[in-house]
């Protein structure tokens, strides 16, 4: 079963532009991590938030959490070209470091 | 390695056929993960080694699949009597601590099976 959800399925935006992607998931977990996949292949860790953190930033990446609502959303800022890529929230469910549940993803285009 | 290794990259296979795909995980990582991905959907987790034993092998969808890592490095996941409903893309990724830890996990680049 999924545990997270991706939002929006799409996005499509123009390089230079940011853009936003959201997850939710339903149980209680220890950290949630993001991660990249270009080409339906191997999957690239990109960024992991502990729950007791609210905000964490990587590069062009800021990562927030809100666990009262069990949600969080990745922003890349200055969109690229080359971030054109499926986005996957993860999470391991309450009691579980190893077991990532995945959601379906966000297809990312950034057209030049 | 640099990374993490499965081979191989393709398989096509006819149903009712055997197959094995490997999985070489980073030098040093003792936690080994198998997951299957179909199109359009995330990956969904199959089993969970630490070291040579199997920790968790509750994602395995029944027992056509099996999964062995005999040295705690290498592993093999094992499918009997392939079914068309297998086609998917079979993903390994290892970590360098599991279960207890916030680690990260690193992907290799998945065997992408089709059972014709």
């Known amino acids: 079963s999924q545990q997270g959800e991706e939002d929006p399925q799409a996005l499509s935006i123009q390089e230079g532009e940011n853009a936003t992607m959201n997850c939710s998931y339903k149980t209680s977990i220890n950290n949630l991590q993001w991660y990249r996949q270009n080409s339906g292949r191997g999957l690239v860790h990109l960024i992991l938030?502990?729950?007791?953190?609210r905000e964490k930033h990587s590069g062009r990446l800021r990562v927030t959490l809100d666990t009262s609502k069990k949600s969080s959303s990745l922003l890349i800022t200055a969109s690229r070209a080359a971030d054109t890529a499926s986005y996957f929230c993860?999470?391991?469910?309450?009691?579980?470091?190893?077991?990532?549940?995945f959601g379906k993803g966000t297809l990312l285009t950034v057209n030049p | 390695g640099a990374g993490v290794s499965q081979t191989p990259s393709n398989k096509v296979t006819e149903k009712g056929k055997y197959v094995e795909l490997r999985c070489d995980p980073i030098s040093g990582h003792t936690a080994l993960y198998w997951y299957r991905q179909s199109l359009g959907q995330g990956p969904e987790f199959l089993i969970y080694f630490q070291g040579t034993g199997a920790a968790d092998d509750s994602g395995l969808p029944n027992d056509r699949f099996f999964a062995v890592r005999p040295e705690g490095s290498v592993s093999t996941l094992k499918i009997q009597r392939t079914e068309r409903g297998d086609s998917a893309v079979y993903l390994c990724a290892s970590s360098q601590l599991g279960g207890g830890t916030d680690t990260e996990a690193f992907f290799g680049q998945g065997t992408r099976l089709t059972v014709v």
């Open positions: 993860a999470t391991p469910p309450g009691g579980s470091n190893y077991k990532l549940t």
């Open positions: 938030i502990r729950s007791n953190e």
